[in-house]
């Protein structure tokens, strides 16, 4: 058992062996990936969804197991609950936040490629599509739409009726449709996009990079006033590939980005003097990249010294 009460576990879910595990903490960390799962997807932070997860077991172990029909259930129904109070505190923490907010990326184990919907799910460009949604349409539609749980149980969870429970999830689905990327996508498609990115940082040549940029391309950088980043989007091919050129990162500094899995697909870890510096996601639309989110705040690259594996 860890400090703060809950079993000695890391973001992946490890645990000494060490002693018998008694019951409801074996049905916590039997679960556990799963209960990050949905409070990362609800919080788009490791950090908050690592939190929520300690509330989560100080909750469960409080629980009469004898009345607990179906563990999964009653551990998604707590968890959920903790991430929608979390998400009031996150909520007042992003209207005070300087320069654009990103979700926290994750290093995601290579299993979960293979999960398609699990990976567009928890994709930096899903997740703030997921931000335009009230805390509880958010709610309603990762527990309904990635995790395929009963409206009825789902209403238990949210405090509504499973009726306000399918208007909600109806709601949700069509402001997501708007917003989501067209079209399918293959993480090739998504490779070749980022290669094309890793070569304009690394050597300066953007040509490659030109010819991947959609009209429209949005630039997204993530600093939260820790560390330098663009004070607002940058929109348009001509407008991003300039900044490029003058210099994203440091010019004084030896420059690498590494191909990598972020939230479950491609993504660039990079690195200034050997040093990580940041992560580099894009949304690709058609086979050109329309979104580029650069997440620099170094409170948010604290989950990328180790693979998390997330699951649904």
């Known amino acids: 058992m860890n400090e703060r009460g809950g079993p000695t576990t890391g973001a992946a879910g490890r645990v000494d062996r060490g002693q018998p595990l008694d019951p409801a903490t074996g049905a916590f960390l039997a679960h556990r990936n799963l209960l990050f799962t949905v409070a990362y997807e609800m919080l788009g932070s490791a950090a908050d969804a690592e939190d929520v997860l300690q509330e989560t077991w100080l909750r469960w172990v409080g629980v009469d197991q004898a009345t607990v029909r179906e563990q999964r259930a009653y551990l998604v129904r707590i968890v959920t609950r903790k991430a929608l109070d979390r998400m009031r505190t996150l909520g007042r923490r992003k209207e005070s936040y300087v320069g654009p907010w990103l979700p926290e990326p994750l290093l995601t184990t290579p299993d979960v490629a293979e999960d398609v919907e699990l990976a567009d799910s928890i994709s930096l460009a899903m997740l703030l599509v997921l931000e335009t949604l009230s805390p509880v349409e958010r709610a309603v539609f990762v527990l309904r739409e990635v995790f395929d749980v009963r409206y009825d149980e789902i209403a238990e969870a949210v405090g509504k009726t499973p009726a306000a429970v399918r208007q909600l999830a109806y709601r949700a689905r069509g402001r997501v449709a708007e917003r989501r990327p067209r079209g399918t996508v293959t993480p090739a498609q998504i490779r070749a996009a980022l290669l094309a990115f890793q070569r304009a940082v690394e050597t300066g040549e953007l040509q490659s990079l030109l010819d991947i940029l959609a009209p429209n391309v949005v630039a997204l950088s993530d600093g939260g006033g820790v560390t330098r980043a663009l004070p607002r989007p940058v929109v348009g091919a001509d407008?991003?590939?300039?900044?490029?050129?003058?210099?994203?990162?440091?010019?004084?500094?030896?420059?690498?980005?590494?191909?990598?899995?972020?939230?479950?697909?491609?993504?660039?870890?990079?690195?200034?003097?050997?040093?990580?510096?940041?992560?580099?996601?894009?949304?690709?639309?058609?086979?050109?990249?329309?979104?580029?989110?650069?997440?620099?705040?170094?409170?948010?690259?604290?989950?990328?010294?180790?693979?998390?594996?997330v699951t649904r």
């Open 239 to 309: 407008q991003v590939a300039r900044l490029l050129a003058a210099g994203w990162w440091r010019r004084d500094a030896e420059r690498s980005a590494e191909l990598v899995r972020i939230n479950g697909g491609p993504g660039l870890l990079v690195r200034l003097d050997g040093e990580v510096d940041g992560v580099v996601a894009v949304r690709v639309e058609n086979g050109l990249i329309t979104g580029a989110y650069h997440v620099r705040n170094p409170e948010k690259l604290s989950h990328l010294s180790q693979e998390i594996a």
